[in-house]
């Protein structure tokens, strides 16, 4: 961290300065110019930078470090590639993940995971618990939908993904699934993130709906500092000023995180749009970026879907874009 005196300031106040952050477990080094003094504090202890803005003295300061360690590329440099039973997901692995909003019945995961899997899809989603805005809405069938969703995916050797919403369900969710989703709307549950550090299974951790790269970092900082190191990222859209799309994908968060972090990124273009005609053009947008995968939503009949079903692909629609993606992945030299 720098810490730039106001022009002028004198001995005294760089001496306080340079005592209160000695006092607080920083090594400082003063370096005087002509006009600035120019305090660096060096160390490895957490302060809140306006604690020493509002010093008497200080004109600004600037925080060079980034907060987070663990997921950062200092920390590791080569990508964190995730094995879910046999599918790899990052360093130049394209994880593919479909299947409904909700898990609904089991004819219709059944229906919906056979034809993805007949288009090679080995990862199958589909929400027991729902995070839905309104009470009166659908909110999943509970842990009779895991089970459906497990069985599902047992007859067609898929591994499956579902949202666990709060710390006492983990248990549950280490029984039936492969992956833990952690849904926008708890990326900052840091109680919920803290118990998923302390598992031994991938999370899959959404960005929540007003993040900056910054926060939904740190949120994947708390997973891996309690020691689990499986963790795939995923854009899912953020909130803008632009109501033509459900929210905006930030196609700009893959290389930006990228180029910080060894974490895999996938990218959710059912959510981040929520129409069913974006989804194919924001897939490809998103593999040509670098991502290292997608989620996409797919309903077998998407009209009668007990929820998000206008984002929802028809499995043929599924099927051609499935195609041509693995086109677009060998030319950004990608394995599918
Ligand atoms: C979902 O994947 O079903 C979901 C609710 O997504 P998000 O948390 O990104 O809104
Ligand atoms: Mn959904």
Request: charged content about 25%; some cysteine; proline content about 4%.
């Amino acid at each position: 961290m720098l810490i730039v005196m106001e022009s002028g300031a004198d001995e005294n106040k760089i001496q306080k300065i340079v005592n209160f952050i000695k006092d607080k477990g920083f090594d400082a080094h003063v370096s005087k110019g002509e006009d600035h003094t120019v305090i660096g504090a060096v160390g490895r202890k957490v302060i809140d930078k306006r604690d020493i803005e509002l010093l008497e003295g200080v004109q600004e300061v600037i925080r060079i470090s980034s907060p987070y360690k663990l997921v950062s590329r200092v920390f590791k440099q080569s990508d964190t590639v995730i094995d879910v039973n046999g599918v790899k997901i990052g360093g130049g692995h394209v994880g593919m993940i479909a299947g409904p909003c909700s898990v609904e019945s089991y004819d219709q995961m059944d229906i919906t995971a056979s034809k993805l899997s007949s288009c090679g899809v080995k990862i199958l989603r589909g929400g027991a618990f729902k995070p839905r805005t309104s009470p009166y809405a659908f909110q999943g069938l509970g842990e009779e939908g895991l089970k459906i969703l497990r069985e599902v995916a047992d007859k067609y050797s898929m591994a499956v993904t579902s949202e666990v919403m709060e710390v006492s369900q983990i248990p549950m969710f280490l029984e039936y699934v492969d992956i833990l989703q952690v849904g926008a709307r708890n990326m900052q549950n840091f109680n919920l993130l803290k118990h998923l550090g302390e598992i031994r299974k991938p999370v899959l951790l959404k960005r929540g709906l007003s993040s900056t790269i910054e926060e939904w970092l740190m949120s994947a900082e708390y997973i891996m500092s309690g020691g689990n190191r499986e963790v795939i990222l995923c854009e899912r859209g953020i909130r803008t000023f632009e109501h033509m799309t459900r929210n905006t994908l930030d196609i700009s968060a893959i290389p930006v995180v990228q180029k910080i972090s060894h974490l895999p990124i996938l990218v959710d273009p059912s959510h981040a749009t929520g129409l069913r005609d974006k989804v194919a053009p924001m897939s490809k947008a998103a593999i040509a970026a670098g991502a290292d995968g997608l989620i996409i939503e797919v309903h077998h009949s998407p009209e009668t879907a007990l929820c998000d079903g206008a984002q929802s692909l028809y499995p043929e629609d599924f099927r051609v874009l499935f195609d041509d993606l693995k086109v677009l992945a060998k030319v950004v030299n990608k394995k599918f």
